[in-house]
Structure formats: structure tokens, C-alpha cells
């Protein structure tokens, strides 16, 4: 992306882009179709990794917080920034598969399952973190507000996951260590732990793109303030 | 709706969404790449300027 694209960028751009390529590959054409969910089922393929790059990426704005506000560092709140805005686009990506998904096999476009309500609130919590970051009236305030509301904004990501194990929902079973009713095919696991790969290449690749956007705002509004400096200097004489 | 229709309307908008989002980053990148060198040019100007205003000149640096 752009000409400044270092040799990290362009070899996590080319292996974003083989293992995706591999990704759809295995989802169209080699994984079998699911007796009872027919074609549907193939929005899990997408729906979970999207789902596990949004708690990653929620985790990085939990680190990235934290690590601010001890060190008060603004590569970390670079990082926990951009994080979050990529958590909020897979999230609210999630939330649409999801209830895609959920039309041909619960009959509703949503229901106030634990699991659907948990993460419609992680999605608003984000949204609230990047609005308090845009509205703040000082930098070094927009990032130690951010910085709370990101951790705390936390606690909701263990809930979601844990959701589905702690109340009554419809939401399926977690495929990977939910018990002995829970499971996939051998074929459905690979295609799934492929996909995982891909999205963790391609939110890096997002992630690096992102901060690389953040970084060059911090450079022109510092370039800006230089030259009004000097502005001023000379009115002064 | 068959279930292939939902299948192609959540990809359909995966890759949408995650297109206008890409779309945006490479726009915001380019433009600010274009207001930074444009900040730079000025500030290379100003340098070049700088020996020859004197305090007090009225002239302009050119003339």
C-alpha cells in the first residue's frame, strides 16, 4: 500500500493474500457441505476467524492501553487505537455473518441470545472508545480516556467468549474444547485453523498499515505546529 | 431464499465492507503523503529564503 511499503509490508501483503487465496480455495471447493446447514454453513468459515481477530484485536487495545498509561509512550496508544478501529470493522462484520447466517437456520435475522447480545455490546463499547478518542478536545487526553475505557471495555471479551458456556442460548456449541458433544470434521477443522491463519496475516497487515496512517497524521499536525511557531516568531519581531 | 443466497449475501458483504475499509486507508494515506511533502516543500522554501530577509527589510526576498 503506497510507495513507502517497507519489505515487511510487501511479504505479509504476499502471504495474506496466498493463504487467503488457499482459505477460499478449501471453503468452495474442497471442504464437504454440511448435511442439515447445506451452503450456510460456509459463513462459519469466515464468521469465527472474523470473530477471533476482533478479540485480538481488543486484546491489543487492552495491552496498548495499559502500556500507555504506565509508560505514557504514544506508540502504544498508536497501536491500542488502530487496534480497536480494526476490532470495531470484524466485529460489526461478525455480527452481519452471524445474522446472515442465523435467517435460513434459527427462522429470525436476530434474537437477543446471550451470545448476540454480548457482542452487539462489545461492538457499542468500541465505537464509544474510538468516539471518545475523536471528541476529546486535547491528544493527551483523548489517549488517557481512551486508554480506560479500553480496558475496562475489556471485561466484555471474556463474557462473549464464556457466554455460551454460562446461560441458555442457541448459538452452537464451541467447536474446538466444548465438550464431548462438540467437534468438527477433520476436513472442517483444517479449513477452519487455515482461516484463522489467514485472518491473523491480514489483521497484522491491517494493523501495520494503519499505524504507518496514524504515525504520518502525528508527523503533518507536528510540521503544522512548527511552521505556525515560526509564523508567530516572525509577527513577534 | 435458498441457502446459497444467504451464503453469497455474507460474503458479498465481507468483502464490501472490508474493501471500502482498505479503499479508505489507501486514501487517507495518499493524502497525507501529498500534505506532507507539500509541508516540506514550503518548509525547504522558507530555508532557502531565510539568509537573505533582514530585519526590518521591506523588500521581498526575490526582488
Known sequence: ???????????????????MGVTLYLIFMWVPMDAEQKDAQRIFYFHVPMAWVAFLAFF???????????????????????????????????LMTGSIWAKPIWGAWW??????????????????????????????????????????GFVDV?????????????????????????????????????????FTLFYLLLLR?????KKMEHELEGMRYELEMEDAEKWAI | MGNLTYLFMAYT??????????????????????????????SRAREEDKPRI???SRRFPSS
Open chain 1, 111 to 152: 434474537t437477543w441470545d446471550p451470545r448476540l447480545t454480548t457482542t452487539a455490546m462489545l461492538l457499542m463499547i468500541y465505537i464509544s472508545y474510538l468516539l471518545i478518542r475523536a471528541y476529546a478536545a486535547q491528544d493527551a487526553q483523548a489517549a488517557r480516556f481512551g486508554a480506560v475505557v479500553g480496558i475496562v
Open chain 2, 13 to 42: 458483504i465481507i468483502w464490501v465492507v472490508l474493501f471500502v475499509y482498505i479503499a479508505g486507508l489507501y486514501r487517507a494515506q495518499r493524502q497525507l503523503r501529498r500534505d506532507i511533502d507539500a509541508l516540506k516543500d514550503l
Open chain 1, 1 to 19: 500500500m503506497g510507495k513507502a511499503a517497507t519489505l515487511t509490508d510487501k511479504l505479509l501483503g504476499a502471504s495474506t493474500l496466498v493463504v
Open chain 1, 209 to 213: 498499515q494503519r499505524m504507518a496512517i
Open chain 1, 60 to 94: 491489543g487495545v487492552f495491552v496498548g492501553s495499559v502500556v500507555y498509561l504506565w509508560k505514557r509512550d504514544v506508540a502504544w496508544d498508536r497501536f491500542a487505537y488502530c487496534s480497536g478501529e480494526i476490532g470495531v470493522v470484524f466485529t460489526f462484520l461478525v
Open chain 2, 54 to 56: 533582514q530585519v526590518g
Open chain 1, 158 to 198: 471474556p463474557i462473549v467468549y464464556m457466554s455460551i458456556r454460562w446461560w441458555r442460548t442457541m448459538h452452537p456449541a464451541p467447536v474446538i474444547g466444548g465438550g464431548p458433544d462438540s467437534g468438527l470434521d477433520v476436513t472442517m477443522l483444517a479449513t477452519l485453523l487455515v482461516s484463522v491463519l489467514a
